[in-house]
């Protein structure tokens, strides 16, 4: 089945170490998002790709980058993550163009833990 | 800017009465409306979307939902709920100023009793 995953699940990591999280896709979408989602809130954007452009939010910090090599694949990167970084982090991608139903897939996410 | 309201952070049903969780949107121009479900963690679940067309939409696991542009809602139903159901359900509109981006409502926890 088309999909989208996510690895590591679960990540924990040191105060400050930078710390790097995947997605892949299998649906061959042409836009990848990142969200933050804290304690049952809404997910919130990170930044998207639209195929190679980037497209960051403007409240996002500059600790948090992102990278996409090819279609398939997309990276979330925390430079020196703090404690306020714990959460969920989830990737989703949808299909921009003619006939897209605009609903974005998500993956099942990554919990990162600062200790 | 587009917005979407859910007024409970709580919606308690016994199992087999049927079920309502609330949504009401704020948009300039026509309405691009989503339901998503999560479970313990858990990525987001796509349900239904309304984009245009009929009023009564269907989607996944017996759920659907009802735009009504009168009353700027979009709330989502189901006719008997299930204890399976338990999880957290988000509206989303589509921001029509950004790159589709979806504004998502605050969330509304379901819980369903046996």
């Known amino acids: 089945d088309a999909m989208v995953i996510q690895n590591p699940r679960y990540q924990v990591t040191q105060f400050g170490k930078p710390v790097t999280l995947s997605c892949s896709q299998t649906?061959?979408?042409?836009?990848m998002y990142w969200y933050q989602q804290k304690s049952s809130q809404a997910p919130k954007l990170l930044f998207h790709?639209?195929?190679?452009?980037?497209?960051n939010e403007a409240d996002t910090p500059d600790n948090f980058q992102s990278r996409r090599p090819n279609t398939s694949f997309c990276f979330l990167d925390i430079r020196s993550p703090g404690l306020g970084d714990a959460a969920m982090y989830l990737c989703a991608t949808s299909s921009k163009g003619q006939g897209s139903g605009y609903e974005q897939y998500f993956g099942p996410g990554t919990r990162l833990t600062v200790t | 800017a587009q917005s979407v309201a859910q007024p409970e952070d709580q919606v308690n049903v016994a199992e087999g009465n049927p079920l309502t969780v609330k949504c009401t949107y704020s948009?300039?121009?026509?309405?691009?409306l989503f339901w998503y479900v999560q479970y313990p963690n858990r990525g987001l679940q796509f349900l239904l979307k309304?984009?245009?067309?009929?009023?009564l939409v269907k989607g996944s696991y017996g759920f659907e939902a009802e735009f009504n542009k009168s009353q700027t809602s979009f709330h989502l139903k189901k006719p008997s709920a299930l204890v399976s159901d338990s999880a957290l359900y988000f509206c989303?509109?589509?921001?029509?100023?950004?790159?589709?981006?979806?504004?998502f409502g605050t969330g509304t926890r379901l819980l369903v009793s046996p």
């Open positions: 989303a509109v589509r921001d029509t100023a950004g790159f589709q981006k979806l504004v």
């Open positions: 948009v300039s121009g026509n309405p691009y």
């Open positions: 309304y984009i245009t067309g009929d009023n």
């Open positions: 649906l061959n979408h042409n836009v």
């Open positions: 790709y639209y195929d190679k452009d980037f497209n």
